[in-house]
């Protein structure tokens, strides 16, 4: 049974993106897993740098591609920022050792969750990106309770 919860925000530039992540950071709790879908360039590493910065971190966020997870601890939360791009084979994500970092102490981002979708835990949040003539448009969905209430306190 799908109890998922759902809308639509229009992104007309990257400031707009970077908000729609500091909105979310307000309501982020450890437990959390957010897929962030769309094509190359949608604006998934943009989206995970305004969270984080509305989490209040200030360095640099950059796209973990070649590393596969970049590591944050902000505001007494342990962040994972995965990005699957890379994966030919779902079996990359075991040998990785990824299912470690998700637990109900963190929260866990994860760009190209497709890569791996069978082997992830379910999404408690997700966000689909796409280019639109001007800017952006971002479909957000709640899949579970502990999803839709962090989208409701947002």
């Known amino acids: 049974m799908d109890n998922s919860s759902s809308f639509t925000v229009n992104l007309p530039d990257e400031a ?5 992540g500091a909105k979310l950071a307000k309501s982020v709790q ?13 604006g998934k590493t943009t ?8 989490l209040g971190f200030e360095g640099k966020v950059k796209s973990p591609t070649y ?3 970049e590591p944050y601890v902000i505001s007494g939360i342990s962040l994972y920022h995965f990005d699957l791009y890379r994966f030919i084979d779902e079996e990359e994500w075991e040998a990785a050792g990824f299912r470690e970092y998700f637990n109900a102490h963190t929260v866990c981002l994860i760009e190209w969750p497709e ?3 069978s082997l992830l835990p379910t999404a408690d949040i997700e966000i689909a990106l796409v280019v639109q003539h001007i800017g952006r ?4 969905t709640g899949h ?3 999803g839709q209430q962090c989208l ?3």
């Open 67 to 69: 590393t596969l997870v």
């Open 16 to 20: 707009a993106t970077l908000d729609l």
């Open 152 to 154: 409701n306190h947002s």
């Open 115 to 117: 890569k791996a979708a």
């Open 144 to 146: 579970t309770k502990q």
């Open 47 to 54: 989206f995970s740098r305004g969270l984080l910065r509305g």
């Open 137 to 140: 448009k971002a479909t957000i």
């Open 30 to 42: 450890g437990g959390l897993t957010i897929w962030l879908r769309g094509d190359l360039g949608t």
